[in-house]
């Protein structure tokens, strides 16, 4: 077990320094809540990915609702004055 702590302290990028060497393993449990934190955390991602996972073919209703008057009036708007020559929109 101990050979296994010193290879994950090294790996999670303990330094081989004598200044911080009596608190190499606080670092290095520090180190692993982050990296088991940043695990779960992406664990949680990709099940929500998998999960809605092509959502809009179970619907197949995509309704779109514009008004004549809205097309109208973005199509027009480059227009609107020499339409409306006696009124300015």
Known sequence: MSEFWKIWKYALGSF???TTKK???????????VMVQLIITNCF??????????DLEKDNK???HFSSHDVSNRLLWPYRNEL???KII
């Open 16 to 18: 081989n320094d004598e």
């Open 62 to 64: 995509i309704s779109v």
């Open 23 to 33: 608190y190499d393993n606080w670092i290095c449990i520090i180190r692993t809540l």
């Open 45 to 54: 991602i990709i099940a929500g990915n998998i999960r809605h996972w092509n």
């Open 84 to 86: 409306h020559h006696d």
